[in-house]
């Protein structure tokens, strides 16, 4: 059984520092994507960053860009999401999701962690 568990959470001031890890367990192979994403409660679900498998770019949403970076390893079958200058807006629930087929850039997302809450202060 497929298990994602995100750690790392918690609060901090803003223009603070945070780093998330999603540790992937019941697969023995690489994931085709990962990526983290956060929701609030009755919000839209907002994908901020993804990282692909085989390849060097990662994929990273505009309202983060410059602050947050994602970042892969397979021998420990983890990722990571080092989230920097963070702003009270940053203040969610972050899951981490997996996805085994991809095609392209568009990934078939079917594994998500329960999450890890972040607050900002100001």
């Known amino acids: 059984q497929v298990q994602l568990v995100e750690s790392g959470g918690g609060s901090v001031q803003a223009g603070g520092s945070l780093r998330l890890s999603c540790s992937v367990s019941?697969?023995?192979?690489?994931?085709?994507?990962m990526a983290w994403f956060r929701q609030a409660p009755g919000k839209e679900r907002e994908y901020i960053a993804t990282?692909?498998?085989?390849?060097?770019?990662?994929w990273v949403a505009g309202s983060v860009k410059g602050r947050f970076t994602i970042s892969e390893d397979n021998a420990k079958n983890t990722v990571a999401l080092q989230m920097d200058s963070l702003k009270p807006e940053d203040t969610n629930m972050y899951h981490c999701?997996?996805?085994?087929?991809?095609?392209?850039?568009?990934?078939?997302?079917?594994?998500w962690g329960q999450g890890t809450q972040v607050t900002v202060s100001s």
């Open positions: 990282i692909y498998d085989g390849e060097n770019t990662p």
């Open positions: 999701a997996a996805a085994t087929h991809r095609a392209g850039h568009t990934c078939s997302y079917n594994y």
């Open positions: 019941g697969y023995n192979l690489n994931m085709a994507c």
